[in-house]
């Protein structure tokens, strides 16, 4: 039931109805945003962050939380402006034109609708190799089954869910920092105490900058929070600072998580030379022992699984439904459910493809480097996007003067996300450049067939 204080500007003003159900607290929203981002997410790349950082697996956490803070004080800016389902699709879409907001939908669409694919083939991986009994296509079946079921019956059991999978999430992180720290005073650790953060020997920016490509996978999910804006209970304001605080909330535990882990490997050679999907499981198990290892790793196939895809998919489910609703997508796709108040056909579309993606990237060996690639690409051309409207609707339009939050700071995080574009791998480029292709022929047979990208209403700006 909403709450009769909410402070949500009403939709109708911007020419929609409100269909979902306002019923979100600013509490809501921030363990939504860190269950997106997942506390414990470093458990399962370290490896590969050590490895691409030199071993300053601390520095890439804290460069990777720098650039995605620009990011966030974008997204809040235009949470403001249009506080409405859609994400970078509406603020693009209404901060610069209706086309360009189809394209930003169309890119982000490599990450809102491959994300819960990738985590759910990660989690039934990890499932595997602790019952190597049961196939990975029953993990697949059983987790996008289970979520699904949360998302139908609507956003307040979604919250629910978040809640208590944000505090075992919480707790097995503090098991294993109490016991990587005992370990520690115990004489267990490897090389200087700062040496996480900062390492004259393997230092580089090249280096500590091409880590965060890696490292900033972990931070996407706070923007998730800007497609709750219809709800929401609370002001504009609060909206856009729960990604803020979301986002550095998370980026505070994966500097500590991995600073204690940095310091406890024991084979540091090796994993400066190969990564390894397991290394953070084996420095547990170094620090306290097999349950430490266990713990760990199934806790983060829990988390990838079930939390983390759960609100996934209910983010890829509003996505779709905002571009529906301005008939950019089919119109079953902008069905709500009378009783639930949720995107229905939306949310069983996006469990019918991630299970088709899931089981087919299964079979190949490179199927999870590949989804993780396409995600991080399709995220960070659309942030650039993002940026740019926030420029163009306050500066641009409204001769904004505030210069640090309309022009200084989304221009810094432009720049920094241009650079992790172009140092992408090749593959992801070329994937991602090509599925720009196609919404781009997307968007000139609309033109040709007089179906021009239209908006619902004249945008006014939004009372804060």
């Known amino acids: ?65 720098v650039a995605m803070a620009f990011t966030a004080l974008s997204y809040a800016q235009m949470a403001r402006a249009f506080p409405m389902a859609g994400s970078v699709y509406t603020y693009a879409g209404r901060g610069i034109a209706a086309p360009v907001g189809f394209l930003a939908g169309w890119v982000i669409l490599l990450d809102y609708v491959l994300v819960p694919a990738l985590l759910y083939l990660v989690a039934s991986s990890a499932m595997t190799s602790f019952v190597p009994g049961v196939p990975i296509w029953v993990w697949l079946i059983a987790f996008i089954a289970l979520n699904t079921v949360v998302n139908y019956l609507g956003i307040e059991m979604t919250a629910r869910m978040n809640k208590i999978m944000l505090v075992v999430e919480l707790i097995v992180l503090a098991i294993f920092l109490v016991v990587g720290i005992v370990a520690l005073a115990q004489g267990k650790g490897h090389g200087a105490a700062l040496s996480p953060l900062f390492d004259s020997s393997t230092f580089s920016w090249p280096l500590a900058f091409g880590a965060v490509s890696v490292a900033v996978l972990s931070f996407l999910g706070f923007d998730g929070i800007s497609m709750l804006a219809e709800e929401s209970r609370e002001s504009t304001r609060r909206l856009g600072r729960s990604m803020v605080f979301a986002l550095v909330l998370a980026g505070a535990l994966f500097v500590v998580q991995t600073w204690v882990a940095a310091l406890l490997a024991p084979n540091r050679a090796d994993l400066l030379a190969n ?170 047979g609309s033109y040709m067939m007089g179906r021009r990208p239209t908006l619902s209403a004249v945008t006014p700006e939004a009372t804060e």
């Open 1 to 65: 039931m909403s709450s009769p204080q909410s402070t949500a500007p009403s939709v109708e003003r911007f020419g929609y109805q409100q269909e979902l159900q306002r019923s979100l607290s600013f509490a809501d929203l921030l363990i939504y945003g860190l269950i997106f981002m997942v506390p414990i997410a470093p458990f399962g790349i370290f490896g590969s962050v050590f490895q691409s950082s030199g071993g300053m697996v601390a520095l890439a956490y804290v460069i990777g939380m």
């Open 275 to 444: 990564g390894g999907d397991n290394a953070f499981y084996d420095i547990a198990e170094y620090a306290g022992g097999h349950w430490l290892s266990v713990l760990t790793a199934v806790a983060t196939a829990v988390a990838w699984g079930f939390a983390n895809s759960l609100v996934a998919q209910a983010a890829t489910s509003r996505l779709l439904f905002a571009m529906a609703r301005d008939r950019q997508l089919p119109a079953f796709l902008r069905k709500v459910h009378p009783k639930h108040k949720v995107p229905v056909n939306a949310t069983f579309l996006v469990a019918g493809v991630s299970l088709a993606l899931g089981l087919y990237l299964s079979t190949r060996d490179d199927g999870i480097g590949l989804l993780s690639s396409l995600v991080n690409f399709g995220a960070m051309t659309a942030f650039l996007a993002l940026h740019v409207s926030v420029v163009v609707h306050y500066v641009v339009r409204n001769r904004s003067r505030d210069w640090w939050r309309h022009l200084v700071a989304p221009a810094i995080g432009f720049l920094i996300l241009l650079y992790v574009v172009i140092n992408a791998s090749i593959a992801a480029q070329v994937l991602g450049f090509v599925w720009l292709a196609i919404g781009v022929v997307i968007l000139v």
